[in-house]
């Protein structure tokens, strides 16, 4: 009997969990959010308006504490102590005259980065361009070998004066003989009615060019300079 009353327990004990629990080896990770990144992070050098940096340089003369200063104006400690630093630096006496100049706190005047491409370089480069037909026609890597410039300065300078690498002008090239032709045929038929001209079939017309690509020449102009003389190219 006591043999059956262990085993009935042993039975009992085995289901005694619900089949509906799932096993810890199932059981998905919980997920966790990604860490945020720290507010120093985020904003290492806050921008402080002329306003917050005079505000603070007035209660620094009264004597404040920084913390009562970073409370009322939102400034750190260690800005604090630099907008100090500048203004005194920059002539800022206040035992001897206590009105507070923009110069006195604004920031210092970023020239960025040197350029490349002086000024007289670019003059050059744009006379070069605008000097006649030859000139127009000249490749950008042309420029870059003569004036010992990168491709991308090159370009920039171009498109910073309006001028495109574009298709010429073609204009065609009529002789004499040709005008006098063609002002004969107008004249003939300048009466013509929208009936005579239906009964005129037009043949459509073409031209091969031999060992080149069609419209390979391109030119530097200005877009609003389309029939200047230097842009034209004859059929």
Not at 60 to 85: L, M, V
Not at 86 to 92: N, S
Not at 140 to 152: A, R
Request: positive net charge; aromatic residues 8%; contains cysteine.
């Amino acid at each position: 009997m006591a043999s059956q009353a262990v085993r009935a327990h042993a039975r009992t004990g085995r289901n005694s969990t619900p089949r509906n629990t799932p096993s810890p080896r199932n059981t998905p990770p919980a997920r966790s959010n990604p860490p945020s990144a720290p507010p120093e992070a985020v904003n290492r050098r806050p921008k402080y308006s002329i306003a917050q940096r005079v505000h603070c340089l007035v209660l620094q003369g009264e004597g404040f504490s920084w913390r009562e200063i970073e409370r009322r104006t939102g400034i750190k400690q260690p800005q604090q102590s630099n907008i100090k630093k500048k203004a005194f630096d920059r002539g800022f006496r206040p035992d001897v005259d206590p009105r507070i100049l923009d110069y006195y706190v604004e920031d210092e005047l970023r020239t960025g980065r040197p350029k490349k491409i002086s000024l007289d370089t670019e003059q050059q480069l744009l006379a070069n361009v605008r000097a006649d037909k030859a000139d127009k026609e000249k490749s950008s890597e042309v420029f870059v070998y003569k004036y010992d410039i990168n491709l991308t300065s090159a370009l920039r300078v171009l498109r910073k004066y309006g001028l495109t690498n574009v298709k010429p002008t073609r204009k065609s090239d009529l002789d004499k003989r040709q005008r006098l032709a063609r002002l004969k045929f107008c004249l003939e038929h300048q009466y013509w009615t929208l009936e005579d001209w239906k009964r005129v079939i037009w043949s459509d017309e073409t031209s091969i060019i031999l060992d080149q690509r069609r419209d390979s020449v391109r030119i530097w102009r200005d877009l609003t300079k389309i029939y200047e003389s230097t842009v034209i190219r004859r059929r």
